[in-house]
T-cell receptor, first 111, second 116 residues
Framework: GDSVTQMEGPVTLSEEAFLTINCTYTATGYPSLFWYVQYPGEGLQLLLKATKADDKGSNKGFEATYRKETTSFHLEKGSVQVSDSAVYFC??????????FGTGTKLQVIP | DVKVTQSSRYLVKRTGEKVFLECVQDMDHENMFWYRQDPGLGLRLIYFSYDVKMKEKGDIPEGYSVSREKKERFSLILESASTNQTSMYLCATVTPLAPSSYNEQFFGPGTRLTVL
């Protein structure tokens, strides 16, 4: 079945550091890929998405590129802020409404 | 903007009680989902519904049931709460199926349930 693997956290960075959170997936066909973010005390919200190979999703300074050859969708940001502290979930869907989530990576940014 | 609301943010119940968690969405979406979120396990799908009175089991339905009497409301029921059901429960709805496989989910704020 489908699965998503993302790096274990927590990840602790200083403000303005470069962020990478790795995500790889297993799925047949051509899934759509997502990154969701969960701020403390809130539900998940969509951060960015990519629907086909080589697409780059971007939002709020975050980017991720859909790499079918390596089945990866790594999240990057050039300069993190304290306000980026949250839990980040990588996810995929193959269009049947059902979404498969990774286990989440907690990011803590310190001033 | 899609709005998904959940009836309680925090709930404390005792073992054996019947527990109702309610979710309401305002976008007329057919598809609604209940997940539980636990540290190290991510989100796991409990049940989902494609339409009124229609429901399907997810990955971990044991100990839960659901009700969808109206399109905008999807309830999760714990018939007899147990301590291992202490968790964060998240409701979600999804945009209608498009020709592409893109389906963004919209989440409620979550209900943190503690079973004593």
């Amino acid at each position: 079945g489908d699965s998503v693997t993302q790096m274990e956290g927590p990840v602790t960075l200083s403000e303005e550091a470069f962020l990478t959170i790795n995500c790889t997936y297993t799925a047949t066909g051509y899934p759509s890929l997502f990154w969701y973010v969960q701020y403390p005390g809130e539900g998940l919200q969509l951060l960015l998405k990519a629907t086909k190979a080589d697409d780059k999703g971007s939002n709020k300074g975050f980017e991720a590129t859909y790499r079918k050859e390596t089945t990866s969708f790594h999240l990057e940001k050039g300069s993190v802020q304290v306000s980026d502290s949250a839990v980040y979930f990588c996810a995929l869907t193959r269009g049947y409404q059902k979404v498969t989530f990774g286990t989440g990576t907690k990011l803590q940014v310190i001033p | 903007d899609v709005k998904v609301t959940q009836s309680s943010r925090y709930l404390v119940k005792r073992t054996g009680e019947k527990v109702f968690l309610e979710c309401v969405q305002d976008m007329d979406h057919e598809n609604m989902f209940w997940y539980r979120q636990d540290p190290g396990l991510g989100l796991r799908l409990i049940y989902f519904s494609y339409d009124v009175k229609m429901k399907e089991k997810g990955d971990i339905p044991e100990g839960y049931s659901v009700s969808r009497e109206k399109k905008e409301r999807f309830s999760l029921i714990l018939e007899s709460a147990s301590t291992n059901q202490t968790s964060m429960y998240l409701c979600a709805t999804v945009t209608p199926l498009a020709p592409s496989s893109y389906n963004e989910q919209f989440f409620g704020p979550g209900t943190r349930l503690t079973v004593l």
